[in-house]
C-alpha cells in the first residue's frame, strides 16, 4: 500500500479538476479564483507577488517555512519566489465552488510606477514584508469586497481598486510575518511536484508513525539525499517539521476542546508525553496548559475561534 502513495496522490489531484476556476488578466493585475478540490491546490512558487483571500473551508497553510491553521477570511500576501500552499481538511462532501479569491502582479510594473509616482512609494515597505509572507488579521470581509471590485472592472478603474486595497493593506498594524527566512525557490516542476506528493502525504497522515526513510524511498532518493531535498523546500529538517505539524494541529485541539494534554499528545501522533510537552515549550514558547490558559483568557475557553485563533499565536 505504502509503495505506491505517491503515484496516488498525484493520480488523485490529476482526477479532481477545479470545480469552478476564473481567470482575468488586465494590465498588471491578474484575478483568479478556484473551488476545492483543484489542480492549483499544490506546493509551488511564481515569479508573481500573490494576495490570497479563502471565502471557504478550513484546513493547513504552508509558507516557507511556516505551518499553521486556515479557515474563512483567512488573507495572506506572498512574494516572489516564496513557496505556499493550502490544504483544505475541512471540505463537504462534494467539495466547494469558490474557496480562493487571488491577485497577481509583478514587481517591475509597480517598482517602476513608484520611481514616477510618489505616492506609490508608500506601497514598496509592504512589498518587502512580503518575501516572508505577510498574514493580515480582521481584514477578510473588507478585501473580499475590494476582491469583488477588482474582478468585475478593468483598465484603470481596476488599478484604482488594486491600489485601494494595497494602501489599506501597507498601513495596517494588524498583520505578522510568517515564515522565519525569506526562502525563494528555483525548483523545477518535477521537483515541486515531489514536494507537493510529499507535504499532502504528512498532512492526511500526520497522526501516524512517519519515517524520512520511507518517504526517500517513494521519491526515489537516498536518505541522506531527500534530507537535503526537503529541507531546501521547506526550510525544515524533516523531524522538525512534522513536529510543528503536529504542534499547530494540537494547538487547535487546547483551544477547542477539553481534551486532556496527554490525551491531545497522542490525538496529534506523538508517542511520548514528556517528548509532546518538551517540542511544545520549544515551537511556542509556553507549555501546552499555558498555551491553553492564555487562549481561555483571550477568546473566553472552548468553542473559540478555530483555525485564525492558533495562527494569532506569536509566530514560532
Known amino acids: 500500500m505504502e509503495q505506491t502513495w505517491l503515484k496516488d496522490a498525484q493520480r488523485e489531484i490529476e482526477r479532481k479538476p477545479p470545480e469552478l476556476e476564473r481567470e482575468s488578466y488586465d494590465g498588471i493585475i491578474n484575478y483568479l479564483e478556484h473551488g476545492y478540490p ?6 509551488h512558487c511564481h515569479e508573481e507577488y500573490e494576495l490570497h483571500l479563502i471565502v471557504a473551508t478550513s484546513g493547513r497553510l504552508f509558507v516557507g517555512d511556516y505551518i499553521g491553521e486556515f479557515s474563512p477570511g483567512h488573507l495572506v500576501l506572498t ?6 500552499n493550502w490544504i483544505s481538511t475541512m471540505v463537504p462532501e462534494g467539495g466547494v465552488p469558490l474557496r480562493d479569491m487571488i491577485v497577481q502582479f509583478s514587481h517591475a510594473p509597480i517598482a517602476g510606477a513608484a520611481r514616477v509616482i510618489p505616492e506609490l512609494r508608500e506601497l514598496l515597505p509592504l512589498l518587502e514584508r512580503s518575501s516572508y509572507g505577510v498574514e493580515f488579521f480582521d481584514m477578510g470581509r473588507d ?23 494595497m494602501v489599506t493593506l501597507a498601513r495596517t498594524a ?45 521519491v526515489g532518493m537516498s536518505l541522506s539525499k531527500f534530507s537535503r531535498f526537503f529541507r531546501k523546500a521547506t526550510g525544515n529538517s524533516f523531524t522538525d517539521f512534522i513536529s510543528r505539524l503536529r504542534i499547530n494541529k494540537a494547538c487547535q485541539l487546547l483551544m477547542d476542546t477539553d481534551h486532556y494534554v496527554s490525551n491531545v499528545c497522542y490525538d496529534v501522533g506523538f508517542q511520548n508525553v514528556a517528548n509532546f510537552n518538551r517540542r511544545f515549550l520549544q515551537v511556542k514558547g ?24 492558533v495562527a494569532a499565536a506569536p509566530p514560532s
Not at 146 to 156: D, F, K, P, Y
Not at 176 to 188: E, I, Q, V
Open 79 to 84: 512574494g516572489p519566489r516564496l513557496p505556499h
Open 143 to 165: 478585501a473580499e469586497q475590494h476582491l469583488a471590485r477588482i474582478r468585475a472592472t478593468h483598465g484603470a478603474e481596476r488599478f484604482g481598486h488594486f491600489v485601494q486595497l
Open 174 to 218: 494588524n498583520y505578522r510575518l510568517l515564515s522565519t527566512a525569506s526562502l525563494r525557490s528555483y525548483d523545477d516542476d518535477a521537483t515541486l511536484a515531489k514536494v507537493n506528493s510529499v507535504l499532502n502525504y504528512i498532512t492526511e497522515n500526520y497522526r501516524e508513525p512517519i519515517s524520512a526513510e520511507m518517504l526517500a524511498e517513494q
Open 286 to 309: 509556553v507549555t501546552p496548559k499555558e498555551f491553553r490558559r492564555q487562549a481561555d483568557g483571550r477568546f473566553g475557553g472552548i468553542g473559540g475561534p478555530p483555525g485564525p485563533a
Open 38 to 43: 483543484s489542480s492549483r491546490v499544490r506546493w
